[in-house]
C-alpha cells in the first residue's frame, strides 16, 4: 500500500488548507443552539441568561450558518463539484480518481469557552495520508486538523477528521 503515497503527497503534510473569521459570537445564536441541543428540555439557565457574557455550551458552532471571512487553497464553487478528489485539488496535487469518501471519524478537544462577543478563527491544516488494504481495495485515508482561537489568540477546540476514499 505504500505506493499509493507519493513523495509529493507525503511532503504536502502541514499545508494550509483554510482560514475562516466567525462574526462575534451573538447572544441570540448562543440561546438558540441551546435550545436546539437540550430540547426536548430545557437548557440551563446560563445559556439563557446571566450576568456578563453569556458562555456557549461546548459544541457551539460559530461557523454553522455563515462566517465573516474566509481564505481557502480552493474556490468554493470548484470545492463543491470535485467529489473525492478535493483534497488533492486544494493541495495542487493529482487527482487519484477515488469515486467513494466516506467520514473515518472525527475527535474533537475543548480547551476554552466560546464566550458571547468573541470572534473565532479557524485555521485548517492537512496534517497527512496513510493506505491500508480494504476488502474493496486499497484505500486512501486523510486526516485534516482544525485550530480555533479567539480574538486574544486562546486556544478554544481543536478537531481531527478523517477520511477515507476508496
Known sequence: MSNLITAAMEAAGGTLLSTRTSYPVDAGAIRRWAIAVYWPEPPPACFIDGEGPLIAPEEFNPF????????TTI????????????LE??????????KVILNGGVSVEYFGPKREGDTITSTTRFVGYSAHEGSRGPMLMSTTEDTWTNQTGDLIQKSSVTAIRY
Open 64 to 71: 454553522a450558518w455563515v462566517h465573516a471571512r474566509e481564505e
Open 75 to 86: 474556490d468554493p464553487a470548484q470545492r463543491r463539484r470535485a467529489g473525492a478528489g478535493r
Open 89 to 98: 485539488k486544494q493541495l495542487g496535487l493529482p487527482d487519484l480518481g477515488f
